[in-house]
């Protein structure tokens, strides 16, 4: 039994040492994917995109160069859609917040 303990012993610190040397390693490697706020970025991003085409397409009838109404009416649409998920994230993220910051220490 005493063996056991010893060899198990002698395992965790084989381990460890491996751990403390590949943390030691700098990798140049980038992290994968992207952080929380690259990716709401790129949502605000493509929500402001939808915006202005939609104001595009509207301004564009409004001048006679288009009488696709539809395609008008769907780029409106997609664009209050996406504001609205939009507004509905910020509305959670500050709930959210306001939780943690209640929380005690």
């Known amino acids: 039994m005493r063996d056991a303990m010893l060899e198990k ?3 965790l610190k084989e381990l460890q040492q491996g751990q403390q040397a590949q943390s030691a ?12 706020g690259d990716t709401l970025k790129e949502a605000l991003s493509s929500v402001n995109d939808a915006q202005q085409r939609s104001s595009a397409v509207s301004e564009a009838y409004a001048r006679g160069e288009t009488q696709d109404v539809a395609k008008v009416m769907l780029a409106r649409q997609e664009a209050g ?10 509305n959670k993220l500050l709930s959210a917040y306001q939780e943690i910051m209640r929380m005690g220490v």
């Open 25 to 36: 390693v700098p990798t140049d490697a980038p992290a994968q994917g992207g952080g929380f």
């Open 9 to 11: 012993s002698r395992l």
């Open 81 to 90: 859609v996406a504001f609205e998920a939009t507004l509905q994230v910020r």
